[in-house]
C-alpha cells in the first residue's frame, strides 16, 4: 500500500521515508540450488510505502528517498531437514550487507525465529531484498513469515 500522506511525519517528506515488506503463512520452500550461495527469498508482499515502491520481492526506493536508514525485520522459517545451517541477509542492488547477516541452525524439523537489524546507506533508485543461504548443504528451506521494514 503507498502512502501519499504521511500521518507520522512532521517534517519534510524526504525525512521521512519507509518501506516494508512481508509474507504470512507461507507454505512454498524458497530453492536453495548451491551450498553457500545466496537465494532470493520469493513470495512477498508490499506493506507500506512511503517514499518506495515494490516490485517483484523488491522494496525500490524512490527519487527522493536516499539517506541512511534503519532495517529491522524479523524471519520465521522451518528447515526441509535436520541438522542445517541456514543464514539471512539484507542485498542492497544485489550486493550481500554482511553486517546485517543472522543465522541458525535447525536441529530438527522445527520452526525459528530470526532478527535482522541494521543501519543501510540507500540511494535513489536501489533495490533491497531478503536472501537466504544454506551454509551445510543444498537443502531448501521454508520461510512461513517475515517483515522487513525500513525507515529513515
Known amino acids: ?9 512532521s517534517g519534510s517528506a524526504a525525512s521521512s521515508q519507509y518501506a ?56 520465521s522459517s522451518s528447515a526441509v531437514s535436520v541438522n542445517k545451517d541456514f543464514e539471512y541477509a539484507i542485498s542492497v542492488e544485489d550486493a550481500t550487507e554482511a553486517k546485517s547477516t543472522t543465522k541458525r541452525r535447525f536441529s530438527t524439523s522445527d520452526t525459528g525465529s530470526q532478527s535482522i537489524s541494521c543501519l543501510l546507506l540507500i540511494a535513489a533508485g536501489d533495490s533491497v531484498k531478503l536472501e537466504v543461504r544454506n551454509i551445510t548443504d543444498a537443502t531448501n528451506i521454508t520461510v512461513i513469515d517475515c517483515n522487513i521494514c525500513l525507515k529513515k
Open 20 to 75: 516494508e515488506m512481508y509474507q504470512t503463512n507461507n507454505a512454498i520452500a524458497t530453492t536453495i540450488n548451491t551450498i553457500n550461495v545466496w537465494e532470493e527469498v520469493g513470495n512477498l508482499s508490499s506493506g507500506l510505502l512511503y517514499g518506495w515502491t515494490y516490485s517483484s520481492g523488491a522494496l525500490v526506493a524512490g527519487a527522493s528517498a536516499a539517506g541512511v536508514y534503519q532495517l529491522v525485520g524479523s524471519v
Open 1 to 9: 500500500m503507498t502512502i501519499t500522506n504521511d500521518p507520522w511525519s
